[in-house]
């Protein structure tokens, strides 16, 4: 099945530099990838996404990155602010297999420093 | 904006008793999901239900676990005779007709096992 490994699992920045988050994914046949921000004691909820017919997507500050060939994801979060702070999680769902179930990856918790 | 709402928000039990987390997903979507959070740790993929029937669950859904839609709107999942490592928050979530695309997330249930 798919396995979705995400690095690193802590990141400290500082107010304003950027962030980089990396995931890796095993299933090729999976086409779809969000990335989910969830705040301590609350849900995950939704921040980007990316089909895999798209290399690149961006949304004001979020960027993500896909290269089909390696299977590999970046998040990209530019101008970092201290409301930034929270633990991401990248995901993989294969929407070929009809069961489409979502994996998602370990976590990575950033830390913007003001 | 429609939401999954999940009921208890929390819930504390003893070792041995059956408990049923209730979850009513938002009302045009037709792919049911419950996903765990041990705390601290990432999201992992319990079940997913479509046209009222399991469409796949992991190693972890053993026979302790079962979900069901006993009256077309809410959606339950029940653990039989919990154990004290079920202890997690658990999270319903919903796609819709489609079956591809973001993933919603209730607030969670917290269940602790004593």
């Known amino acids: 099945g798919e396995n979705v490994e995400q690095h690193p699992s802590t990141l400290s920045v500082q107010e304003g530099d950027s962030a980089v988050i990396k995931c890796t994914y095993s299933?090729?046949?999976?086409?779809?990838f969000p990335w989910y921000k969830q705040e301590l004691g609350k849900r995950p909820q939704l921040i980007i996404d990316i089909r895999s017919n798209v290399g690149e997507k961006k949304d004001q500050r979020i960027a993500v990155t896909l290269n089909k060939t390696a299977k590999h994801l970046s998040l990209h979060i530019t101008e970092t602010q201290p409301e930034d702070s929270a633990v991401y999680f990248c995901?993989?769902?294969?929407?070929?297999?009809?069961?489409?179930?979502?994996?998602f990856g370990t976590g990575t918790r950033l830390k913007v420093l003001a | 904006e429609p939401e999954v709402t999940q009921t208890p928000s929390h819930q504390v039990t003893q070792m041995g008793q059956e408990v049923i987390l209730r979850c009513v997903p938002i009302s045009n979507h037709l792919y049911f999901y419950w996903y765990r959070q041990i705390l601290g740790q990432k999201v992992e993929f319990l079940v997913s239900f479509y046209n009222n029937e399991i469409s796949e669950k992991s190693e972890i859904f053993d026979d302790q676990f079962s979900v069901e839609r006993p009256d077309g709107s809410n959606f339950t999942l029940k653990i039989r005779s919990t154990k004290l490592e079920d202890s997690a928050m658990y999270f319903c979530a919903t796609t819709g007709q489609e079956g591809t695309g973001e993933l919603f997330f209730g607030e969670g249930s917290r269940l602790t096992v004593l």
């Open positions: 299933d090729s046949a999976s086409n779809y």
């Open positions: 995901a993989a769902r294969d929407t070929t297999s009809g069961t489409y179930k979502y994996i």
